[in-house]
Nanobody
Framework: QVQLVESGGGLVQAGGSLRLSCAVS????????MGWFRQAPGKQRGLVAA???????NYADSVKGRFTISRDNAKNSASLQMSSLKPEDTAVYYC?????????????????WGQGTQVTVSS
């Protein structure tokens, strides 16, 4: 069983930056992929970025060049550095882990989820 806890969300002005962190506990291992998803009101949850156990990454087109996902296996954590934030980035951001295949953009492929952290970008 893997438990995930997100932190780092908040309110930021457009053009600003935020860094989200995901702490992993329980049956931890560096041999699983991790990802960040987001869900805005009235919209489906979708992939923001994901990283494999080997460090390969994929990103949603809307965040390429602005967001960077990383992981620290020694600290059992993952991060999402978000820059040049836009109001349309406003959403609840969820950390996910243990995907059944790679590469993937499908939330159904991830077996563990955090509770989410709110990110609000004001214009």
């Amino acid at each position: 069983q893997v438990q995930l806890v997100e932190s780092g969300g908040g309110l930021v002005q457009a053009g600003g930056s935020l860094r989200l962190s995901c702490a992993v506990s329980g049956r931890t291992s560096s041999r699983y992929c991790m990802g960040w998803f987001r869900q805005a009101p009235g919209k489906q949850r979708g992939l923001v970025a994901a990283i494999s156990s080997g460090g390969s990454t994929n990103y949603a087109d809307s965040v390429k060049g602005r967001f960077t996902i990383s992981r620290d296996n020694a600290k059992n954590s993952a991060s999402l550095q978000m820059s040049s934030l836009k109001p349309e980035d406003t959403a609840v951001y969820y950390c996910a882990a243990v995907c059944s295949r790679w590469p993937t953009t499908n939330l159904a492929d991830f077996g563990s989820w955090g509770q989410g952290t709110q990110v609000t970008v004001s214009s």
